[in-house]
C-alpha cells in the first residue's frame, strides 16, 4: 500500500523535494535567511550541539589569549601599586 502510493507519487515527491532545497538556497543568500537558517540549525538535536561545539572549539584559543592578557594587566596593576607605595 506505502511502496505503491510511493511509487505513483515519486515525480512529485521529487519536485516538492527540488522546490524545498531550492528554497533554502534562495534563503541563505539574505541576511535575515541566513539568520533563520541558522537559528533552525542550532535548535536540531545533534546538529545544533555538533554546531555549538565547533564554534566554543574555534572561539577558545581567542578568549585564552584574551584570558591571559587580562591576567597580565591585572598583574601588573597590582604590582604597580605595590611599587608606588613604596617611599624613596
Known amino acids: 500500500m506505502i511502496t505503491t502510493w510511493a511509487t505513483e507519487n515519486a515525480i512529485t515527491g521529487a519536485y ?12 541563505g543568500r539574505t541576511r535575515r535567511g541566513r539568520y533563520v537558517l541558522d ?10 550541539r555538533l554546531i555549538i561545539k565547533k564554534l566554543n572549539a574555534a572561539l577558545e ?7 591571559g ?10 604590582i604597580g601599586g605595590i611599587l608606588a607605595s613604596y617611599e624613596m
Open 39 to 48: 537559528s533552525l540549525k542550532t535548535r536540531v538535536p545533534l546538529f545544533g
Open 69 to 78: 592578557l587580562m591576567v597580565g594587566f591585572v598583574a601588573a596593576a597590582m
Open 61 to 67: 584559543p581567542v578568549l585564552l589569549i584574551f584570558l
Open 16 to 27: 516538492v523535494l527540488g522546490a524545498v532545497v531550492l528554497g533554502f538556497v534562495a534563503a
